[in-house]
């Protein structure tokens, strides 16, 4: 069984950094991509930034040039720094992997970490 645990989240205000942490139950090395997604109430879990087993990584425009997602293998624990934050980023992030078992592709999701950006 897969686990992934968030943390990192909470209040900042608008043009502060956070950084929110993944930690996985064993090695990160099995799932060819990890990913970060954001939700706010009555919209769907929109991707914010993904990092594939290779190292490539990809971001919502939205985020580009202010968010940097990483990854410590060492540590089973994917990262996404948060920068120059705006009031628009405040959501619930989750943490997302993915992995193939058997052939049948698997997707796991963490309980999600409150971001709020205000003043």
């Known amino acids: 069984q897969v686990q992934l645990v968030e943390s990192g989240g909470g209040l900042v205000q608008p043009g502060g950094s956070l950084r929110l942490s993944c930690e996985a139950s064993?090695?990160?090395?099995?799932?060819?991509?990890m990913g970060w997604y954001s939700q706010v109430p009555g919209k769907e879990r929109e991707l914010v930034a993904v990092?594939?087993?290779?190292?490539?990584?990809n971001y919502a425009d939205s985020v580009k040039g202010r968010f940097t997602i990483s990854r410590d293998n060492a540590k089973n624990t994917v990262y996404l720094q948060m920068n120059s934050l705006k009031p628009e980023d405040t959501a619930v992030y989750y943490c997302?992997?993915?992995?193939?078992?058997?052939?049948?592709?698997?997707?796991?999701w963490g309980q999600g970490t409150q971001v709020t950006v205000s003043s």
């Open positions: 990092i594939i087993s290779g190292g490539s990584t």
């Open positions: 997302n992997a993915e992995m193939v078992v058997a052939g049948i592709p698997k997707t796991y």
């Open positions: 064993g090695s990160i090395l099995r799932f060819y991509a």
